[in-house]
């Protein structure tokens, strides 16, 4: 998510707002989680609408890669890849402006 963005927890693809049963603890999990994994900081909101709670998670844009449990991962397609030795030099120089 380098160029940054929202995330919404307990809401469907239509918008239609399902509500969280532990929206609480999440508020408290979530950011803990990311900053562990990727190493990032995060802002984790606690919305209400019909009187049902949901989560807005912010993301800025980070101007580099960034890696989930030490790992950098690719996304072609469908697909997702880890990306390792020679494949992951060029990614992160590419990222740079380097060849």
């Known amino acids: 998510m380098r160029k ?3 995330i919404y927890i307990g809401i469907t693809d239509k918008g239609e707002v399902k509500g969280l049963s532990d ?16 190493a990032i900081l995060v802002d984790v909101n606690l919305k209400t609408k ?13 101007p580099n890669p960034i890696s ?10 469908s697909t997702k890849q880890i990306l390792r030795g020679a ?3 060029k990614f992160l120089l590419k990222k740079q402006g380097k060849r």
């Open 4 to 6: 940054g963005g929202k």
């Open 23 to 38: 929206a609480k603890k999440l508020l408290e999990d979530i950011p803990n989680k990311v900053k562990n994994h990727m």
């Open 50 to 62: 019909a009187q049902k709670s949901y989560i807005e998670i912010i993301v800025e844009p980070y």
């Open 68 to 77: 989930f449990g030490g790992e950098y991962h690719y996304r072609s397609g």
């Open 87 to 89: 494949a992951l030099d």
